[in-house]
């Protein structure tokens, strides 16, 4: 049963029924969300939907405003736990709308690779695997602050909920059969943390796509990106919409400290440098040329400098990590990606930062970090039977 919620008196009932709910024991509430940010740095949120027991809801928070808060208090029930698929963005939102992190709360996408059913795995995928029925796919575009949604529009919403509880059940039975509820509990940790959703000035250079460049230029992209995020936070505005990736990457090797200098770099926007935020940018090229050489960084492929001579052991560990994930069922993007690995590398070199490995800590260093210090120590080895690649300890 779908239930329309866009007064402040509906949805006050649903969340006392809710709440009463939680009171007696543990309610499963599948959660999840639609919204816009193509034109603005923060989401918009523009639909909430959830389902437990037989009922569902759709609700409006564009019809709401403020009174959308009244579900607040469902967000941290500990007895209610709020499962999403792929749920990062959902929390994310929660997080900027209401100052909460749902908890307990529970991924079926993060699940879902922890059984072994592959990387990222798309929820009508799923839904197709475990239940042997499809949802509709035809509202993905949908413009969901448009009103009013078409009966369409609403069913292809509400069946995000409705079948995410049943996928849940059975992943939650595998798991369970698996005994990899701690894997997923250490996922979720990492997923909770109010600082994952807090945007990042200091690191925002690293969500450019960019090649090895020299010190200065990187310094100068590293000031340049944490001033074009603090502005795209400051406007509710995309980054791309303050100004390009591209056009950050030519300003931080040109180094332009006047306008008449940017108007030689070849296909700069000089609308740009007509305001207060294009005086900053060139503010920063005139400190980054002053910068002592002694005191730049070496380069913006941090990899490539702490690991220069690693490409073929990284290598042998991919391969080690594709055989511990076809051995154990489990998707290998949860198991660890190239970024783990070189920090694996470099902890074997600095053992000191081992704390900060998460392939040396908990259940990953279990099931792959342990098995990866012995190859690259020279302890085992990758042979083939004649049927299979598997791994050898040399000591057996």
């Given at each position: 049963m ?8 509906s ?20 959660m ?14 523009c639909l ?6 037989d ?14 808060e009244?579900?607040?208090?469902l967000?941290?029930?500990p007895?209610?736990i ?29 699940a ?13 995928t ?9 949802i ?24 995000d909920?409705?079948?995410l ?6 992943l939650h ?60 936070v ?6 791309s ?22 108007k ?10 007509q305001?207060e ?56 993007k949860?198991?660890?990606?190239r ?12 053992p ?13 260093y279990?099931?792959?970090?342990e098995?990866?210090?012995k ?22």
């Amino acid at each position: 049963m779908m239930i329309w919620i866009d007064s402040k008196s509906s949805l006050a009932n649903v969340v006392d029924e809710l709440s009463s709910l939680a009171k007696s024991g543990l309610v499963h509430l599948a959660m999840d969300t639609e919204f816009i940010r193509e034109k603005s740095y923060f989401a918009e949120l523009c639909l909430v939907q959830m389902a437990y027991e037989d009922k569902a809801f759709l609700i409006d928070p564009l019809v709401l405003k403020q009174d959308i808060e009244l579900i607040k208090p469902l967000l941290t029930d500990p007895n209610i736990i709020k499962i999403f698929h792929s749920g990062r963005q959902d929390l994310e939102i929660f997080w900027h709308h209401f100052k909460v992190i749902p908890e307990p709360f529970f991924d079926t996408q993060v699940a879902a690779m922890a059984c072994g059913f592959g990387e990222s795995i798309a929820y009508h995928t799923l839904v197709e695997v475990l239940l042997k029925t499809s949802i509709d796919k035809g509202s993905r575009l949908t413009d969901w602050k448009m009103r009013p949604l078409s009966e369409h529009q609403k069913k292809y919403a509400l069946a995000d909920v409705t079948e995410l509880l049943k996928v849940y059940h059975i992943l939650h039975q595998k798991l369970m059969k698996m005994q990899r509820m701690d894997w997923i509990k250490e996922e979720t940790e990492f997923l909770l943390s109010p600082n994952l959703y807090e945007p990042n000035p200091a690191t925002a250079w690293e969500k450019i796509k960019v090649k090895p460049l020299k010190p200065r230029a990187a310094e100068a992209l590293k000031r340049l990106a944490a001033a074009r995020e603090i502005e795209a936070v400051r406007l509710d505005i995309p980054r791309s919409h303050v100004t390009k990736d591209e056009w950050l990457l030519e300003i931080a090797q040109a180094l332009p400290e006047h306008v008449d200098e940017v108007k030689r770099l070849r296909g700069m926007s000089l609308s740009i440098f007509q305001k207060e935020f294009g005086a900053k940018l060139l503010a920063i090229c005139s400190e980054v040329k002053n910068i002592p050489q002694a005191s730049l960084p070496r380069s913006t492929d941090l990899r490539a400098a702490e690991l220069p001579v690693a490409g073929a052991l990284i290598d042998l560990l991919k391969l080690l990590l594709k055989i511990i994930g076809d051995q154990e069922k489990v998707a290998y993007k949860l198991l660890g990606n190239r970024g783990d690995l070189d920090a694996l590398v470099r902890t074997i070199k600095n053992p000191s930062l081992s704390k900060d490995c998460i392939l040396l800590n908990g259940w990953r260093y279990r099931v792959f970090g342990e098995k990866a210090v012995k190859l690259i120590n020279g302890e085992s080895g990758i042979t083939w039977d004649g049927k299979s690649v598997q791994l050898v300890d040399w000591k057996n």
